[in-house]
């Protein structure tokens, strides 16, 4: 059975850093198309970073701080995030596309079926 797990969220000042895990199990998260999602009170789910086996794409307004990476032994996916600002503040979820229904750059939620428990992250000083 698919599982996503998502950690590495909390609280943290304005202009620090986080780092998020997603380790998966009952899918090779290497064959599929990964990607990272966030949600704010209030506001959609909106995508951040993805990573296939050749390339990584994200938002506009992440690209610069965020880096999204791969570690295909532990099977496990990471989204680095630098220099946070409060607008950072949402649930972050990691979703994988199992039905190959995404298209570049695999930013839409809408494409993903497969879903995480989500993190908190918190950017306040």
């Known amino acids: 059975q698919l599982q996503l797990v998502e950690s590495g969220g909390g609280l943290v000042q304005p202009g620090g850093s986080l780092r998020l895990s997603c380790a998966a199990s009952?899918?090779?998260?290497?064959?599929?198309?990964i990607a990272w999602f966030r949600q704010a009170p209030g506001k959609e789910r909106e995508g951040v970073a993805s990573l296939s086996n050749t390339d990584e794409y994200y938002t506009d307004s992440m690209r610069g701080r965020f880096t999204i990476s791969g570690d295909k032994a532990k099977n496990t996916v990471y989204l680095q995030m630098n220099d946070l600002k409060p607008e950072d503040t949402a649930v972050y979820y990691c979703a994988t596309d199992i039905n190959g229904s995404a298209w570049p750059p695999f930013l839409d939620p809408t494409d993903y079926g497969s879903w995480g428990q989500g993190t908190q992250v918190t950017v306040s000083s």
């Open positions: 009952g899918v090779t998260l290497d064959y599929y198309i």
